[in-house]
């Protein structure tokens, strides 16, 4: 199954980092798996209507980050190596980046800090019981 990724140029998120964003979130959900091929920076970029540099910053970033491994000739892939650690990297990465915006509100709209850690403490308990 190929790997579908979209980019959207009004988020005012860069798309470099959307493409990222996608892969990093696609791997920790088990959609891309260890040794799968992405496709090429030419083909990905076509497929996105976007410059193929910016397809390619993403690409190392991921390579970066231990998420992609790229072989000169044959192409990017999904790690295989140290697969679980990356994972967890990714995930974690993921849900750091989603949870900034709602805390960036929730600052702006005066919340205190220790408001909000009781706000979150409540929705951990919530989605974590057995973990209380």
Do not use: C
């Amino acid at each position: 199954m190929p790997v579908v990724l979209t980019v959207d140029s009004r988020s005012g998120v860069p798309i470099y980092q959307q493409i990222v964003e996608q892969v990093k979130r696609s791997t920790a959900l088990g959609v891309l798996q260890a040794g799968e091929q992405l496709p090429t920076v030419k083909q990905l970029a076509v497929d996105l209507t976007v410059n193929p540099n910016t397809v390619a910053r993403a690409y190392r970033d991921l390579e970066r980050d231990g998420v992609i491994e790229t072989a000169p000739g044959r192409g990017s892939f999904v790690r295989g190596d140290g697969a679980t650690s990356s994972v967890k990297a990714a995930a974690s990465d993921v849900a750091r980046r989603s949870l900034e915006g709602p805390v960036r509100e929730a600052k702006s709209m005066g919340l205190s800090r220790e408001d909000l850690h009781a706000i979150v403490s409540a929705v951990l308990d919530r989605w974590f019981p057995e973990e209380r």
